[in-house]
């Protein structure tokens, strides 16, 4: 049985701002939604606590014992988690960028759409054994995506991310195409030449900046129409 209530942990918190619970037995306990800034929780049991939506920037749960314990939402921004047991803890959607998870159990955990920006998972013997510091959880990537325009939608502006790829679906005869300003886009691609009448002209994002494309219709009777391209890093 947890060594304290919610209702005493509301008190406490009113009464000495930050919480200092270090090595508690606050197993089980339903905490769900408070404010625990930087509170001092280090080698605490929070075994299936309930931490939902609650507020843990900068708190410490330096090898606290969290098995199963629930973070969905949660904010620990900043936390010092080291050593700390989440196995099977549920860490959906929760606030993890720069916080020190090293040498944390992480089996069976779900950290399905958490934030990990500048956050620290690599374990501590690696780091002892090279003796260098554990590095940093990487900047996520941007994962490429393809932006398709039909035959109506040629002339509107269109906005990539470096990675993306453009593709034209175009009835008839594969225009001619160039980039006008900045050397955004590589392609294009070998036109499509499987039967029937569409036809795919192909581009791909490799640099940031802005530019037009030009599409040359006269094959089809038409004016040339020109997108404008924009290209985010």
């Known amino acids: 049985m947890a060594d304290y209530t919610r209702a005493e942990i509301v008190r406490r918190i009113a009464t000495m701002g930050r919480l200092q619970l270090a090595g508690a037995d606050l197993a089980g306990l339903d905490m769900a939604g ?32 969290a098995a199963g ?13 080291g050593l700390a047991d989440l196995g099977g803890a549920d860490l959906r959607e929760a606030v993890l960028e720069r916080a020190d998870l090293t040498g944390a159990r992480l089996d069976r955990a779900d950290l399905t759409g958490a934030r990990l920006r500048g956050a620290w998972l690599d374990a501590m013997q690696r780091a002892l054994a090279i003796s260098a510091p554990p590095l940093r959880y990487p900047a996520p990537r941007h994962r490429a995506t393809t932006c398709i325009l039909h035959e109506a939608q040629l002339g509107a502006p269109v906005c990539l991310r470096c990675g993306d790829r453009l593709e034209m679906h175009l009835d008839g005869p ?15 691609e070998a036109p499509d030449t499987a039967p029937g009448p569409l036809r ?31 290209v985010t890093p």
């Open 34 to 65: 408070l404010t625990l800034v930087g509170a001092d929780l280090s080698y605490a049991d929070l075994t299936e606590a309930d931490l939902t939506g609650a507020q843990l920037s900068g708190a410490s749960l330096w090898s606290a014992r």
């Open 200 to 230: 795919v002209l192909a581009f791909s994002a490799v640099a940031p900046g802005r530019a037009r494309l030009v599409l040359d219709l006269r094959q089809t009777g038409r004016a040339p129409i020109a997108l404008e391209v924009l």
């Open 69 to 81: 314990a629930r973070f969905f939402q949660a904010n620990l921004s900043g936390a010092s988690m």
């Open 174 to 188: 594969t225009p001619a195409a160039h980039v006008e300003g900045a050397p955004i886009l590589s392609g294009p």
